[in-house]
T-cell receptor
C-alpha cells in the first residue's frame, strides 16, 4: 500500500518568513495530493490540492509543487502570519476504487509574531 | 449552508459503556469516512462507506461499528470492546467521481473515564 512520509514534524518561523513542508510517497500510481490545515480542536480543512498532471499550483500565499519522478511534493507558505499556526497534513491518493487517501503524520507550524 | 456536522463536540462516558457519535452531511456525497486522531498522530481510518447500506473496515475497525441507512448519515458506535477509546474522532465525506475531494467535519472529542 501507499506510504506517506512528512517532514518536519515541527516547524517554527518568524512572522513574514516562508515555510516549507515536504512529503514523499511510495506508490507511483498516486495521482491526487491534497493538503489540509487543522487548527486546535477543529477538523482538518482542505487548503490546496494538486493532481499529477500539474507540477505547481498557487493560491495567494500558498503553493504546492509536485515532482512525480522523485515522488515528492511540498507545501510552500510565503509571508507567514500568526494565523497560519496550525498542524498541516499532506496526503496521497490513487485511482483505486475506494479513493482513500493516505495521510502524513502532520507538521506543527508555529509562526512567532 | 452545506457541510458536515458532528455531534456532540465533547462526549464523556464511563468505561464499559457503548457510545454513538453522530455524523450528518448535506453535501449529497456518496462516500463517508470515520477517522481516529490521537495526540501527535496522523489520521487513522476506522470505517468507510461508499454507498448506502454498504461499508468496509478500515485499518483500526476493532471495537467499532457503523451503519449507513441513509445517504446523509454515518453514525459510529464505540463499543466496550475498544480498549483505548479516548481520542478525537473525525467524520469525512467525499464528492463523487475520480477527482472527488474529501472534506472533514469539526470532530468529536470522546473521553472515557
Amino acid at each position: 500500500g501507499e506510504n506517506v512520509e512528512q517532514h518536519p514534524s515541527t516547524l517554527s518561523v518568524q512572522e513574514g518568513d516562508s515555510a516549507v513542508i515536504k512529503c514523499t510517497y511510495s506508490d507511483s500510481a498516486s495521482n491526487y495530493f491534497p493538503w489540509y490545515k487543522q487548527e486546535l480542536g477543529k477538523g482538518p480543512q482542505l487548503i490546496i490540492d494538486i493532481r499529477s498532471n500539474v507540477g505547481e499550483k498557487k493560491d495567494q500565499r500558498i503553493a504546492v509543487t509536485l515532482n512525480k519522478t522523485a515522488k515528492h511534493f511540498s507545501l510552500h507558505i510565503t509571508e507567514t502570519q500568526p494565523e497560519d499556526s496550525a498542524v498541516y497534513f499532506c496526503a496521497a491518493r490513487g485511482t483505486g476504487g475506494s479513493y482513500i487517501p493516505t495521510f502524513g503524520r502532520g507538521t506543527s507550524l508555529i509562526v512567532h509574531p | 449552508d452545506g457541510g458536515i456536522t458532528q455531534s456532540p463536540k465533547y462526549l464523556f462516558r464511563k468505561e464499559g459503556q457503548n457510545v454513538t457519535l453522530s455524523c450528518e452531511q448535506n453535501l449529497n456525497h456518496d462516500a463517508m469516512y470515520w477517522y481516529r486522531q490521537d495526540p501527535g498522530q496522523g489520521l487513522r481510518l476506522i470505517y468507510y462507506s461508499q454507498i448506502v447500506n454498504d461499508f468496509q473496515k478500515g485499518d483500526i475497525a476493532e471495537g467499532y461499528s457503523v451503519s449507513r441507512e441513509k445517504k446523509e448519515s454515518f453514525p459510529l458506535t464505540v463499543t466496550s470492546a475498544q480498549k483505548n477509546p479516548t481520542a478525537f474522532y473525525l467524520c469525512a465525506s467525499r464528492s463523487g467521481g475520480v477527482g472527488g475531494e474529501q472534506f472533514f467535519g469539526p470532530g468529536t472529542r470522546l473521553t472515557v473515564l
